[in-house]
């Protein structure tokens, strides 16, 4: 029997709000454990939350990135449950009524363009974080997350493949960043998912049932995840037995998923309206104001660098996938002509640096500017490919400007008829034989003779006009 994985997402991301959702404490990260707290997020008696206006504009603008209704009226509840790092016992989140629901994601799969449907947003504040004694066997709490504003978005379960998850959760990492309201750092978990996974046979509409899988932090382990446990819950099956509804944790050193509790259920958190919170209202002119404040976002973006740049539908969605990476390719074009050359400059020497260091492009040794000047000399033709290649790798290990490089190192491209003439008659004559060959129909001698140039010139020869003089003299 061949079964069909079903697939949803739940994403939680931090909300960039400089103090907490219902109190006036940081949320800079990385300070001293428990130093960003106070009586409000640490539960103690008869305090009172004050929502954070900034958290419900960001929380907006995210509902209109991802095509969701908002909702006029939205309310708090409270989610009861026990844990360390929840001080009050409960958390406050919304669940009856959600900020915002019925929206949808485009992503690219495999046999084209689908839609993924967005259930709902919806505000909560985010728990502490535990941090356990490696030799002891005891764990402390630090607070200082513990009510930092976090928006969760609830895919339906559209999904069929960990490459549709994946491509999914890139489209909307995109997306918070774009438009400013979560950093997306994976590693100190501002944007973190939970997947859940169910397989049902090929052509029934029931779902079956599903596992929740925890620890997600990076997009290369949501994926290897989601195929794990198709692969655990299809071997099961396939030996007559169940899959239990449970919550999984994903152990990245030993690729596989491991039993961490029952899958509780909502009735297991005992939602009630959070007495203290008066109902959230969101009125028109609220949306409108936030409206006039959207960014463009990556689809618009790749229409433009597709429409105004010439570049094809692969180029503009790699140069397009991040803010960071869009914005950076915007300046090294700006004095540019050919766009092209920039762009292949761009996703091969640059991204392939930066992936070789562990780097993203807001760390890159290579400025924008620098970069620009780089591929500015290149165009002009004052110095050849290869020359542009050296200089790079210099500009990567020292930080100095391509024009100092190129000067330094005597690197000028080599473009002046007279002198290219002169030399290729000299190769010529020293080869007398292979250009006898040549003539007599060996035509791919001519990358030898090429050779043999840059080799006088230290690689400067100008190829535009070797080219022509070469085959002219032979």
């Avoid at 803010?323 to 766009?339: G, Q, R, S, T, Y």
Wanted: hydrophobic fraction near 35%.
């Amino acid at each position: 029997m061949s079964f069909e994985p079903v697939i949803g997402l739940e994403v939680h991301a931090q909300l960039k709000t400089r103090t907490k959702i219902f109190c006036n404490c940081s949320t800079a990260f990385g300070k001293s454990p428990n130093a960003n707290t106070c009586p409000v997020c640490t539960g103690m008696p008869g305090v009172l939350p004050v929502l954070n206006e900034q958290a419900v504009t960001f929380a907006i603008k995210a509902a209109l990135a991802t095509n969701c209704q908002i909702n006029t009226e939205s309310r708090f509840d409270r989610k009861n449950y026990f844990y360390p790092d929840l001080p009050k016992g409960y958390q406050i989140s919304q669940y009856a009524h959600p900020i915002a629901e019925h929206g949808h994601l485009d992503i690219e799969t495999e046999a084209g363009e689908k839609r993924i449907g967005i259930t709902r947003i919806h505000m909560e504040e985010d728990a502490g974080k535990l941090i356990h004694d490696p030799v002891r066997a005891k764990s402390m709490v630090d607070l200082n997350r513990t009510g930092v504003p976090l928006i969760e978005i609830v895919s339906e379960p559209d999904l069929r493949s960990a490459a549709e998850a994946g491509a999914y959760l890139r489209k909307l990492h995109a997306i918070v960043k774009y438009i400013d309201v979560c950093d997306g750092n994976m590693e100190q978990g501002s944007f973190r998912c939970d997947a859940n996974i169910s397989l049902r046979p090929v052509g029934q509409e029931e779902f079956g049932i599903r596992a929740e899988l925890k620890n997600l932090n990076s997009f290369k382990n949501v994926e290897k995840a989601i195929r794990y446990e198709i692969q655990r819950q299809t071997y099961l099956l396939e030996e007559g037995k169940k899959v239990i509804q449970e919550t999984r944790l994903w152990d990245p050193n030993k690729n596989c998923t491991t039993s961490m509790r029952g899958k509780e259920e909502a009735h297991d958190y005992r939602y009630f309206p959070d007495p203290d919170l008066v109902p959230l209202i969101v009125n028109e002119k609220w949306i409108q104001d936030v409206s006039t404040t959207m960014p463009e976002l990556p689809d618009r973006k790749k229409e433009r660098f597709i429409r105004e740049f010439n570049l094809s539908d692969y180029d503009a969605g790699v140069l397009t996938a991040s803010i960071d990476m869009a914005n950076f390719f915007e300046k090294v074009i700006a004095p540019l002509k050919n766009i092209k050359q920039a762009a292949n400059w761009t996703m091969t020497t640059l991204m392939g640096m930066l992936n070789a260091k562990g780097l993203d492009i807001t760390q890159s040794p290579v400025t924008a500017q620098a970069f620009s000047n780089l591929l500015t000399l290149l165009e002009k033709g004052s110095i050849n490919a290869n020359a542009a290649k050296t200089v790079f790798e210099e500009m990567v290990e020292t930080g100095k400007t391509p024009e100092n490089i190129v000067k330094e190192n005597g690197l000028e491209q080599v473009s002046d008829q007279g002198e290219l003439e002169a030399m290729v008659d000299e190769v010529i004559r020293d080869n007398p034989d292979e250009a006898e060959a040549y003539k007599s129909g060996k035509t791919k001698l001519f990358s030898f003779f090429m050779g043999q140039i840059m080799k006088k010139t230290r690689g400067k020869a100008d190829p535009k006009v070797v080219t022509p003089l070469l085959k002219s003299k032979l």
